[in-house]
């Protein structure tokens, strides 16, 4: 079974300031994929960023990276310079192989606020 | 072009009707799921297809009927609603339903309201 536990449900960033989201899994998998998810109140879920878990260095997109740290079964994302406009749900998830299907499990999320 | 596209966008309905939700993606994936995304902001997969195949389905009652006529489509039937069953639901493709790589790419939501 696959497990993902985000242990933030709110988080506070002012403008122009770094900001971690933590995310931590749970998975006997040998082999699987973490995403980060952005979700706006307009409520499209908006994919951000992936990391393979046999992949030796950190995901980077733009302002977005993923701090994997494969033996602590974390993948927190950080948003660097946050923008008003950052201020979403975040959801870590992550896809392995269950049974004869590989499905996206999600975390509860966390709800960020970006402020002047 | 929208990838991925859910009709309708909002319903609202009384207990014990039925209703459907429609599906299509235009990014040639082999692959289709049906999210539900709870008051809470949870999000729970429902069903999976592949190619036409149920291929994942969850512990969800026999009142949800997803149906893909074919890999293009997906579609969701609810018969006798009940106030549970508000939500919004996802509808999502990927290239591939064996392999863990690769992201899910969602329609923008149907939110279903039961009174």
């Known amino acids: 079974a696959q497990k993902i536990t985000q242990t933030q449900p709110g988080m506070f960033v002012q403008e122009k300031e770094a900001v971690t989201l933590d995310c931590t899994y749970d998975?006997?998998?040998?082999?699987?994929?973490l995403f980060w998810y952005k979700q706006p109140s307009s409520g499209e879920m908006i994919f951000l960023i992936y990391q393979g878990s046999y992949d030796q260095q950190n995901a980077t997109e733009g302002r977005y990276s993923l701090n994997f740290q494969k033996a602590r079964k974390s993948a927190n994302l950080v948003i660097s310079a946050s923008q008003l406009g950052d201020s979403a749900m975040y959801f870590c998830a992550m896809r392995g192989l269950t049974g004869t299907a590989s499905k996206l499990t999600f975390g509860t999320g966390t709800r960020l606020q970006v402020t002047l | 072009d929208t990838a991925v596209s859910q009709t309708p966008k909002y319903l609202v309905t009384q207990m014990g009707n039925d209703k459907s939700i429609k599906c299509e993606q235009n990014l040639g994936h082999d692959t289709m799921y049906w999210y539900k995304q709870d008051s809470k902001k949870f999000l729970k997969i429902m069903f999976s297809?592949?190619?036409?195949?149920?291929?994942i389905n969850e512990t969800v009652p026999n009142r949800f009927s997803p149906k893909s006529p074919d890999k293009a489509h997906l579609n969701l039937h609810i018969n006798s609603l009940e106030l549970g069953d508000s939500a919004v639901y996802f509808c999502?493709?990927?290239?591939?339903?064996?392999?863990?790589?690769?992201?899910?790419?969602f329609g923008e939501g149907s939110r279903l309201t039961v009174l």
């Open positions: 999502a493709s990927s290239l591939a339903a064996w392999s863990p790589y690769g992201e899910l790419f």
């Open positions: 297809y592949n190619n036409k195949e149920l291929i």
């Open positions: 998975t006997s998998d040998p082999s699987y994929g």
